[in-house]
């Protein structure tokens, strides 16, 4: 349910500028309404849902929340985590006016199914022209951030993985995220922005990349080409 969406809201979404996002957009509680900005000056590609088609995928924000949050950490750093290389863990990340200044290297090791997780004492914070990579395989749908305030990506910051957060996500002028960015009881505003899922590799982390009707599209795919060989490999030959 809450698979397929690139931005939900508890509130509100708002979006101006030339923002692109590919994938749905939610809010829960609330209506259509609530969603502005689509079809113009903002492009969705997806589907905009509001309550009660949105209340599931609500109910899974609120499981991914818990999940991570549960989680026991292996580390403290911060606050700011520019310069660092960070192999697959969980973090704790100490407050600060910004968590990001410059940028940060997520080493996957090889490992295609590399998870991070970074549990914020309170907000999440870039400054501007910050970057999140992930290095050496891995999929930038890996990284979870759990923000127990709200989030800011300030202009032009380059960001990956699933940002949840308990209150509201801004999004401002030209930041861009490849993933998701879930606000549980407030608003996600955005401003001139991209954010995608679609170039993630593989699908870790507690919010799926996959939605369960793409999986049957492949499944069938494969059938069908599996079938069209082996009726080439039986016809007689003239």
Excluded at 16 to 38: E, K, N, Q, R, W
Excluded at 63 to 70: E, I, R
Excluded at 161 to 177: D, E, W
Aim: hydrophobic content about 45%; aromatic content about 6%.
């Amino acid at each position: 349910n809450l698979a397929p969406h690139a931005g939900f809201a508890g509130t509100a979404v708002t979006c101006t500028g030339a923002s692109i996002i590919t994938g749905d957009v939610g809010v829960s509680p609330g209506f259509l309404p609530a969603i502005t900005g689509f079809p113009v000056p903002c492009t969705d590609v997806g589907t905009l849902r509001g309550s009660p088609a949105s209340d599931a995928a609500k109910a899974d924000l609120l499981t991914a929340y818990g999940t991570l949050d549960a989680l026991a950490c292996s580390s403290t750093i911060g606050p700011d985590l520019a310069g660092l290389t960070l192999v697959p863990g969980v973090y704790c990340v100490t407050a600060a006016p910004s968590n990001l200044t410059g940028t940060l290297l997520l080493n996957a090791q090889g490992n295609a199914a590399a998870t991070w997780t970074f549990q914020m004492a309170s907000t999440l914070i870039t400054s501007p022209d910050s970057t999140v990579d992930v290095i050496n395989g891995g999929s930038d749908c890996g990284v979870q951030w759990l923000v127990r305030s709200s989030a800011t990506l300030d202009t032009t910051t380059t960001f990956v993985g699933n940002i949840l957060a308990l209150t509201a996500i801004s999004m401002n002028n030209s930041a861009s995220l490849v993933g998701r960015a879930l606000a549980r009881n407030a608003a996600v505003t955005l401003d001139n922005n991209n954010i995608s899922f679609a170039s993630c590799a593989v699908t870790p982390g507690p919010v799926p990349t996959l939605s369960t009707w793409a999986m049957f599209a492949l499944i069938g795919l494969l059938a069908l080409a599996g079938v069209l060989t082996l009726r080439n490999r039986t016809s007689p030959v003239a």
